[in-house]
């Protein structure tokens, strides 16, 4: 066959604290979509939700593990540093005012690599980032944006802009991105930027060298990056890649709504290939996504002992 393409990023997946609390900071606030409330499959007492625009398009989707009692984690190298969204140009002023309205406290917008960067944190310390970009609305999802009363479309958030690694040093993991299709763009300082498919959500991976202490997983950070594939004739494809790169892969993990393969990339971070297929409506319409408490079949028969451990939110 030939080389397929990552085009981009199909989700972010990060540790959390109170669910509820995560629920209102990202629907309320952000004005995401909550697009699938589930457990996580290998803790199924504890949520996994899902958060992206309209139909749930690969290349927004932030998903959460909320865990009450977790302790903060530490930044440092080795973790995906922020999250990115793009925004267009013109609502950079809407959403720093937006933010302050419901407390947020911001950094003062900067620019990177010619773009402007509102720079802020959400009430667990995950990093995100707002980017105001030209190619806003030429994204492949741009006609699914989520608006809501108080967030008009022309200033809602399109989708993610990427990610921001910090790693001890940017050569290993850059060559494992060039085999995964990715080009090498520019530099601006310790930041290096590769690019995926230039017209698909989540299309930018920033590498930064940098000389901090390793990170640690805990409340607030990152658990994984996840790239998108077409299927699973392209998901077998990069497995054996990156395998043949003498990086260990797991075995294909169903989760319900696309398949993975995982493996930790040279600097650290967890990588999971994602499938774009079967998506997020597979089992509720878009009218109602993310609506009620889905499982997966090998977890229904257990749904009221799992109800019943889950804290309640809405």
């Known amino acids: 066959m030939e ?106 917008i900067t620019e990177r690599f010619g773009e402007p960067v509102l720079q802020f944190q959400d009430q667990d310390g995950v990093y995100l980032d707002l980017i105001g970009s030209d190619s806003a609305d030429q994204l492949s999802n741009a006609d699914q944006v989520w608006s809501t009363d108080d967030i008009p479309e022309e200033h809602a958030i399109r989708a993610f802009h990427g990610v921001t690694l910090n790693l001890e040093s940017v050569e290993p993991t850059k060559d494992l991105l060039l085999l995964m299709g990715y080009t090498y763009e520019d530099v601006e300082g310790n930041r290096h930027r590769l690019q995926g498919k230039e017209s698909e959500p989540g299309s930018i991976i920033d590498l930064v060298e940098i000389s901090y202490e390793p990170g640690s997983m805990g409340k607030g950070i990152v658990h994984h990056i996840a790239f998108r594939c077409a299927n699973d004739k392209e998901q077998a494809y990069w497995q054996e890649t990156i395998a043949g790169a003498g990086i260990p892969v797991t075995e294909v993990r169903d989760r319900q709504y696309f398949k993975s393969i995982y493996f930790q990339e040279p600097g650290g971070v967890l990588f999971e290939i994602a499938t774009d297929p079967p998506g997020f409506t597979s089992d509720e319409p878009v009218e109602s996504l993310g609506s009620e408490l889905k499982l997966p079949s090998w977890l229904e028969s257990r749904r009221k002992e799992i109800e019943a451990n889950l804290p309640i939110v809405k």
Do not use: C
Not at 66 to 92: D, E, F, R, V
């Open 3 to 108: 080389t397929p393409d990552i085009p981009g990023l199909h989700h972010v997946t990060i540790i959390s604290g109170d669910p509820q609390q995560n629920i209102d900071f990202y629907t309320k606030v952000l004005g995401l979509r909550m697009v699938k409330k589930t457990v996580n499959f290998d803790d199924n007492f504890t949520y996994h939700l899902y958060y992206g625009d309209r139909v749930g398009s690969p290349g927004t989707i932030i998903t959460f593990f909320p865990w009450p009692q977790a302790q903060p984690g530490k930044n440092g190298t080795g973790l995906t540093k922020s999250t990115a969204y793009m925004i267009p140009k013109s609502s950079m002023d809407f959403w720093e005012k937006r933010l302050k309205k419901h407390g947020v406290s911001t950094e003062p």
